[in-house]
C-alpha cells in the first residue's frame, strides 16, 4: 500500500510570526478603510484604490495584483478581490461595478511586507441591507470563528472543515462552498496545505507549532454550486443567491490560535474566545 507524501509545511519561529502580524496589520488597516469607504455609488475599482493606497503607504505590496496562479496566464488585475452579492469570490474591481443601496461585498485582500505575507477577507453590507443577508453574514463570520479555533497543536485539518460546515449546516439553508477554501501562508500567499471548509474531525494533516493557515468559510443563501465567469476569476454562485466570505490568517501557537490579520473590531471576539493576544 502506497502512503500519500506529507506536504512540505513553512513552520515558522516566534519572531518570524511576528512578522507576519505587521503584514497582518497592513490587510487590517487597509480592510477597514475599504469598510468605511464603501457606499452606494462607488465603483469596486473605487474600493481597489481605497486598499492599495492603504498598503503602499504602509511600505507594502499588494499580494493580489498581477498573482498568477498558472504563470503563462495574465495576472490579476487588481489590489483586492471585490465580490458582490452572487459572486462569491476573486471579482475583479472594475468602474463599471458600482454599488447600490442593500448590495453586500466581499472584499478579500493581500499584503506582503519585508518578504511576509497577510490574507483576510469581510463581507461587508451597502447602506441598509436586508434581514437575510444579515444573517448570512452572521453565519459565515462565525463559521470562521469556529474553524479558527481548531487552530491548535495535535489537531487535524479535519477538525477545522468540519467545524466550519456542522456549524453552516446547523444554521437552516445556506451552502457551503466546497471548491475553494483556506491554505497555508507565509513567505507565499498560497502554500502548503490546502484547508477544506468541510471535512471529518480527527482526520487529515496533524497540526503543529509554528504552521500559519489561512481559513476562508464561504456562505450562500442557497445551494453551494458555483461557476466561474468568462473572464476567468469570478466565482459565482449558480442559482444567483447571494454570498458571503470571511478569512483571518492565523497562527498555530502552543497557547491557542494567534490571529494575525485581527482589526480592531475583532479585540472583543479574540477576549471572549480566549485567543492569544496578537499584539496591537
Known sequence: MFRKPKPDIQIKTPEQIRSMREAGKVVARALDAVRAAAAPGLSTLDL????????RGAGAVPSFKGYRPIPSEPGFPGSICASVNEEVVHG????????????????????????????????????????????????CREAMWRGIAELRPGRRLGDIGHAIDSYIGSQGSYGNVQEYGGHGIGT??????HVLNHGKPGKGLRLEEGMCLAIEPMATRGTRHVAVLEDEWTVVTR????????????????????VLTAREDDRAELEKRAFPDPGW
Open 48 to 55: 481597489d484604490a481605497v486598499a492599495e493606497e492603504v498598503i
Open 188 to 193: 507565499e500567499m498560497h502554500m502548503e496545505p
Open 239 to 258: 442559482d444567483g443567491g447571494r454570498a458571503a466570505h470571511f478569512e483571518h490568517t492565523v497562527a498555530v501557537t502552543a497557547e491557542g490560535p494567534m
Open 92 to 139: 475583479i474591481p472594475r468602474a463599471s461595478k458600482v454599488l447600490a443601496e442593500g448590495d453586500v461585498v466581499s472584499v478579500d485582500c493581500g499584503a506582503i511586507l519585508d518578504g511576509w505575507h497577510g490574507d483576510s477577507a469581510v463581507t461587508i453590507p451597502v447602506g441598509a441591507v436586508s434581514a437575510e443577508d444579515t444573517a448570512m453574514m452572521d453565519v
